[in-house]
C-alpha cells in the first residue's frame, strides 16, 4: 500500500455505557481489559497489504494448520496513547516502532508492514476507542501491534499470507510513577538469546524462553529476571523485557551493547540521546556481573535502572543471583534515575518541547 490507507470501519453492536467503562478503567491488570475494536489489514503473497478494516475486538479465524501456530511467524510492538498535560493524545516516536516492527518481521522471514499501514492501523483504532483514553492529563493507554502468519500450511517455509492486527489496553499502574526500586535475579541456569539468534527482533519466541528465568526470579522473589550472555554466561545482557543500565559514581552511564542478542529499545535509545543531552557521559559497552558486584561493594556503581515503554525508568535496588545478594548503595531510585524517567515523560506528556519527530499528535 503506497497509497494513504483507508480503514473501512465496522462498529461494535454493544458499546460499553460510559460509567461502565470508568469502572473498567479504575485500576486494571495489564493486559486483561481491551478496548472495543480493533484494527486489521491483510497480506498475500503477489497481492500485497489489503482489507485495512477496523472491526469489533473478538477471536480471530484461525486454521489449525495456520503456519504461526506451527513455526513461530509471529512478531509484536508495545507503544502507548498518551494524554498531555494540555489536553491532547498523541503518540511517543511511532516511527521507530514502525522500523523495529520492519526488522523484526525481516529477520523472521516476514513481509514488512509499510509505516503507512502501521501508523495508519494505531490511528484509525484510536479513532475508533478514544474515549477508552481518560480525559486526565497523565492517562495513557497502551497499544499492541503485531505481525503473525495465517496461511494454511504445516510446510516448513516462509508462509505466502500474514495478518496484522492492533489491539489496545488500558495499563493500570503498571510500573507507575513512585513504584518501588525492583528486585532482580541474575539467571545462571537460562539464557534469552544468542549471537546469530533473534534476540534483537521482538518476538514472542524470546518472551517464550525468557519465562523459565523469570519464573525461578519470582520463586527468589524477585521482580525481574537479568539474563547473561549465552556463550559465557558471564556477561549482563538484559532483563526479561527491558535494557539496563548502569551509574557509576563519576556520573557516567553504561548499558549492554546491541551486539544482535539484546533487543534495541525505544526507550533505551531515547534515554541515550537525553542523557547526552544533559552532559552525561555514555558508554555502550560489555560489562560483568562479577564487575557489577565488586563496584557495588566498593560504592562505584550509585544506580541501576531497568528501562522499556511500561517501565519508562524504573530502579533496580537489591540483585539476587545463587552465588549470594548484594544492593546497590544509595538511594532507590537514584537522582540520576529519577531525572531521566522525568525526562522521558515530560516529552511523552507534552510538558516540554520535543526533540524534533519524538511524538505524533493524535486527533
Same mark, same amino acid.
Given at each position: 500500500?503506497?497509497? $494513504?490507507?483507508?480503514?473501512?470501519? %465496522?462498529?461494535? $453492536?454493544?458499546?460499553? $455505557?460510559?460509567?461502565?467503562?470508568?469502572?473498567?478503567?479504575?485500576?486494571?491488570?495489564?493486559?486483561?481489559?481491551?478496548?472495543?475494536?480493533?484494527?486489521?489489514?491483510?497480506?498475500?503473497?503477489?497481492?500485497? !497489504?489489503?482489507?485495512?478494516?477496523?472491526?469489533?475486538?473478538?477471536?480471530?479465524?484461525?486454521?489449525?494448520?495456520?503456519?504461526?501456530?506451527?513455526?513461530?511467524?509471529?512478531?509484536?510492538?508495545?507503544?502507548?496513547?498518551?494524554?498531555?498535560?494540555?489536553?491532547?493524545? %498523541?503518540?511517543?516516536?511511532?516511527?521507530?516502532?514502525?522500523?523495529?516492527?520492519?526488522?523484526?518481521?525481516?529477520?523472521?522471514?516476514?513481509?514488512?508492514?509499510?509505516?503507512?499501514?502501521?501508523?495508519?492501523?494505531?490511528?484509525?483504532?484510536?479513532?475508533?476507542?478514544?474515549? !477508552?483514553?481518560? %480525559?486526565?492529563?497523565?492517562?495513557?493507554?497502551?497499544?499492541? $501491534?503485531?505481525?503473525?502468519?495465517?496461511?494454511?500450511?504445516?510446510?516448513?517455509?516462509?508462509?505466502?499470507?500474514?495478518?496484522?492486527?492492533?489491539?489496545?489496553?488500558?495499563?493500570?499502574?503498571?510500573?507507575?510513577?513512585?513504584?518501588?526500586?525492583?528486585?532482580?535475579?541474575?539467571?545462571?541456569?537460562?539464557?534469552?538469546?544468542?549471537?546469530?539468534?533473534?534476540?534483537?527482533?521482538?518476538?514472542?519466541?524470546?518472551?517464550?524462553?525468557?519465562?523459565?528465568? %523469570?519464573?525461578?526470579?519470582?520463586?527468589?522473589?524477585?521482580?525481574?529476571?537479568?539474563?547473561?550472555?549465552?556463550?559465557?554466561?558471564? !556477561?549482563?545482557?538484559?532483563?526479561?523485557?527491558?535494557?539496563?543500565?548502569?551509574?557509576?559514581?563519576?556520573?557516567?552511564?553504561?548499558?549492554?551493547?546491541?551486539?544482535?542478542?539484546?533487543?534495541?529499545?525505544?526507550?533505551?535509545?531515547?534515554?541515550?540521546?537525553?542523557?547526552?543531552?544533559?552532559?552525561?557521559?555514555?558508554?555502550?559497552?560489555?560489562?560483568?556481573?562479577?564487575? !557489577?558486584?565488586?563496584?557495588?561493594?566498593?560504592?562505584?556503581?550509585?544506580?541501576?535502572?531497568?528501562?522499556?515503554?511500561?517501565?519508562?525508568?524504573?530502579?533496580?535496588?537489591?540483585?539476587?543471583?545463587?552465588?549470594?545478594?548484594?544492593?546497590?548503595?544509595?538511594?532507590?531510585?537514584?537522582?540520576?534515575?529519577?531525572?531521566?524517567?522525568?525526562?522521558?515523560?515530560?516529552?511523552?506528556?507534552?510538558?516540554?518541547?520535543?526533540?524534533?519527530?519524538?511524538?505524533?499528535?493524535?486527533?
Amino acid at each position: 500500500m503506497s497509497a $494513504p490507507v483507508v480503514f473501512a470501519k %465496522q462498529t461494535a $453492536p454493544d458499546r460499553l $455505557p460510559s460509567h461502565r467503562r470508568a469502572a473498567l478503567l479504575r485500576d486494571p491488570a495489564f493486559g486483561t481489559v481491551f478496548t472495543e475494536h480493533m484494527s486489521t489489514v491483510r497480506y498475500r503473497e503477489g497481492k500485497g !497489504w489489503h482489507d485495512a478494516r477496523v472491526e469489533p475486538f473478538g477471536p480471530l479465524p484461525l486454521s489449525p494448520a495456520s503456519s504461526v501456530l506451527h513455526y513461530g511467524q509471529e512478531v509484536f510492538e508495545g507503544l502507548k496513547v498518551y494524554r498531555t498535560d494540555g489536553g491532547r493524545a %498523541q503518540l511517543f516516536r511511532p516511527d521507530a516502532n514502525a522500523r523495529r516492527l520492519r526488522r523484526s518481521a525481516r529477520r523472521l522471514s516476514m513481509p514488512e508492514v509499510p509505516d503507512g499501514v502501521f501508523l495508519g492501523a494505531v490511528e484509525a483504532l484510536f479513532a475508533a476507542d478514544r474515549d !477508552w483514553l481518560p %480525559q486526565e492529563p497523565g492517562s495513557t493507554l497502551y497499544l499492541r $501491534p503485531f505481525l503473525i502468519a495465517t496461511e494454511v500450511c504445516i510446510g516448513a517455509r516462509p508462509a505466502e499470507e500474514y495478518l496484522f492486527c492492533v489491539i489496545a489496553t488500558p495499563p493500570g499502574t503498571h510500573f507507575a510513577a513512585g513504584t518501588p526500586a525492583m528486585t532482580v535475579w541474575i539467571c545462571d541456569g537460562y539464557t534469552r538469546a544468542a549471537p546469530g539468534g533473534t534476540g534483537a527482533a521482538k518476538c514472542g519466541g524470546n518472551y517464550a524462553a525468557a519465562m523459565a528465568g %523469570q519464573a525461578e526470579a519470582a520463586e527468589a522473589g524477585c521482580d525481574q529476571v537479568v539474563f547473561l550472555d549465552a556463550a559465557e554466561r558471564a !556477561w549482563v545482557e538484559e532483563l526479561g523485557g527491558m535494557n539496563i543500565f548502569f551509574v557509576f559514581d563519576d556520573g557516567t552511564l553504561l548499558t549492554p551493547p546491541l551486539t544482535g542478542s539484546v533487543l534495541p529499545g525505544i526507550t533505551r535509545d531515547s534515554v541515550l540521546s537525553l542523557a547526552r543531552a544533559r552532559g552525561y557521559r555514555v558508554a555502550e559497552e560489555p560489562y560483568r556481573r562479577d564487575q !557489577w558486584r565488586a563496584d557495588a561493594a566498593a560504592g562505584r556503581v550509585r544506580e541501576v535502572f531497568a528501562c522499556g515503554t511500561a517501565a519508562v525508568v524504573t530502579g533496580i535496588g537489591t540483585v539476587r543471583s545463587p552465588a549470594g545478594e548484594f544492593t546497590v548503595p544509595g538511594p532507590a531510585p537514584g537522582p540520576v534515575t529519577v531525572e531521566l524517567r522525568t525526562a522521558v515523560e515530560d516529552i511523552q506528556f507534552g510538558r516540554v518541547e520535543p526533540p524534533e519527530n519524538w511524538t505524533h499528535p493524535l486527533r
